[in-house]
């Protein structure tokens, strides 16, 4: 069973823009915080940003000022709109859900920006 599908990844030119999504099955209850990471080939994986369920937004310093996240919590999904992309913004994007008990991933979805 799937619990946590990603979706809106792409390939986008250096500049443009690119919005995920991430839904989390509606089992999951308790939900405390949703996010993105990411991976690059060669490199570890890392917190993208985050949001918790009263809406309190974390994000890495590369991505300050170009991504935001958002969240629904009725519908346990969360966004992250992506604005002036840039080739080192190029990875797997995972959705990560954090309940009261467990914490869940996605399959992840390619993000690549050309130059």
């Known amino acids: 069973q799937v619990l946590v599908v990603e979706s809106g990844g792409g390939l986008v030119q250096a500049g443009g823009s690119l919005r995920l999504s991430c839904t989390a099955s509606?089992?999951?209850?308790?939900?405390?915080?949703m996010g993105w990471f990411r991976q690059a080939p060669g490199k570890q994986r890392e917190l993208v940003a985050s949001?918790?369920?009263?809406?309190?937004?974390d994000y890495a310093d590369s991505v300050k000022g170009r991504f935001t996240i958002s969240g629904d919590n009725a519908k346990n999904t969360v966004y992250l709109q992506m604005n002036s992309l840039k080739p080192e913004d190029t990875a797997v994007y995972y959705c990560?859900?954090?309940?009261?008990?467990?914490?869940?991933w996605g399959q992840g979805t390619q993000v690549t920006v050309s130059s």
């Open positions: 509606e089992s999951i209850v308790s939900i405390n915080s």
């Open positions: 990560n859900t954090r309940s009261r008990w467990f914490t869940y």
């Open positions: 949001i918790t369920s009263n809406d309190s937004t």
